[in-house]
């Protein structure tokens, strides 16, 4: 358990679900530099996705900020000692009818957006078979076994999450037990939206990535920009730290460069000149 202010240690005693005290936000980032990022590394015979830059800047604004990865539980603030991010996969069956598994992948202090990448994209590799189930997936399809299971598990999980009883192994196996729940609709081209944050487990910020869109200004097109909204549980530090966060996710993302270990800062923010106003 953390140790904050007493306005910051109240405010779970104030606003006592997560529901209560959900801000949002929404970055609109230029998707100029993230794709002329991805086209470089590509000829360099490195693919990389839009995803992995996005989660890249966030892990690499984290680690300069991170009580962004902490977590209300029974009205307390804790900070984890691991940084993981769950997302839904989408896979069809062997009927070919769509279908929906969530992963969720673990980042070390010192993964880059290479790592990241990797680490993405084997998850995805060891879960795309059709005939294939991972551990989540196979512990939804107990549950349902046996009439009135779902209710009562959940309820008994519930219960126990809140006292910080809940056994390690279903921990592992939650997708609302992490850092960052992120969901990528620009992936089935649909436009963004507020995602919740969930009342079970320890979800504090859930990043949805839109389809892009086009940014006119009296008629006349300007840029493609990549749509991130933003939902944030405001318990689990101040406005302060957000805003400080939100500056370094911001930064990653124009200069998504820095996302790789050992990447000098570009010039003029070595210099100390402020950064580019991002839409809200």
């Given at each position: 358990m953390t140790k904050e202010s007493p306005y910051v240690a109240l405010t779970p005693y104030i606003m006592p679900h997560r529901y209560d005290a959900q801000n949002m936000v929404t970055e609109y980032a230029d998707m100029e530099p993230l794709r002329t990022y991805i086209h470089r590394r590509r000829k360099e015979g490195v693919r990389i996705s839009y995803m992995a830059l996005v989660l890249a800047a966030y892990h690499k604004a984290y680690l300069e900020n991170p009580k962004l990865n902490r977590f209300i539980m029974n009205k307390?603030?804790?900070?984890?000692?691991?940084?993981?991010v769950s997302f839904v996969m989408?896979?069809?069956?062997?009927?070919?009818?769509?279908?929906e598994t969530t992963?969720?992948?673990?980042?070390e202090p010192e993964d880059d957006v290479i790592a990241i990448n990797r680490r993405?994209?084997?998850v995805i590799a060891e879960n795309e078979n059709a005939q294939h189930d991972n551990a989540t997936d196979k512990f939804a399809n107990f549950l349902f076994t046996v009439p009135f299971l779902p209710g009562l598990v959940i309820g008994l999980a519930r219960l126990l999450d809140r006292w910080g009883l809940l056994p390690k192994f279903i921990i592992e196996l939650s997708p609302f037990h992490t850092s960052l729940f992120i969901?990528?609709?620009?992936?089935?081209?649909?436009?963004h939206i507020f995602h919740h944050t969930y009342e079970f487990g320890t979800t504090s910020?859930?990043?949805c990535m839109g389809k892009p869109v086009v940014d006119y200004i009296h008629g006349q097109y300007r840029k493609k920009l990549l749509p991130l909204t933003c939902v944030m549980d405001e318990r689990i530090c101040t406005g302060v730290d957000y805003a400080q966060f939100w500056a370094c996710f911001s930064r990653y993302l124009r200069h998504p460069e820095l996302t790789e270990?050992?990447?000098?800062?570009?010039?003029?923010?070595?210099?100390?000149e402020p950064p580019e106003e991002t839409e809200a």
């Open positions: 307390r603030i804790y900070q984890r000692n691991h940084f993981c989408l896979k069809k069956r062997a009927d070919g009818t769509p279908d992963l969720k992948v673990r980042f993405i994209e084997n969901t990528n609709l620009a992936s089935i081209n649909t436009t910020v859930f990043v270990n050992g990447a000098a800062a570009p010039a003029e923010e070595a210099a100390g």
